[in-house]
């Protein structure tokens, strides 16, 4: 089994930043990719950004101001979130994509204020 555990997150004005991090742990397994999702209240869970391997994807709402990087070696990754707007207030939660399984964090919550 694979634990994923997210933290950073808070309420923050607008034009502010915050830095996610999600610490995997529990049975190694091959990662393919590590992600970020968002979650506000009232709408489906949306695909933020990707890390698979070298390549890194953005949605493109946050293109420019969202960065996801990763450290193997300590089995975390970040999204580093500058120029935070309103609109960006939702649970963020981090996905370990393996060949047969997805794992799942249990979210952190994000709030920008105006």
């Known amino acids: 089994q694979v634990q994923l555990v997210e933290t950073g997150g808070g309420l923050v004005q607008a034009g502010e930043s915050l830095r996610l991090t999600c610490t995997r742990s529990g049975v190694a397994v091959r990662i393919n990719s590590m992600s970020w999702y968002r979650q506000a209240p009232g709408n489906e869970r949306e695909w933020v950004a990707t890390?698979?391997?070298?390549?890194?994807d953005y949605a493109d709402s946050v293109k420019g101001r969202f960065t996801i990087s990763r450290d193997n070696a300590k089995n975390t990754v970040f999204l580093q979130m500058n120029n935070l707007k309103p609109e960006d207030t939702a649970v963020y939660y981090c996905?370990?994509?393996?060949?047969?399984?997805?794992?799942w964090g249990q979210g952190t919550q994000v709030t920008v204020s105006s």
């Open positions: 996905k370990a994509h393996t060949v047969i399984y997805d794992y």
């Open positions: 890390c698979r391997g070298g390549v890194k």
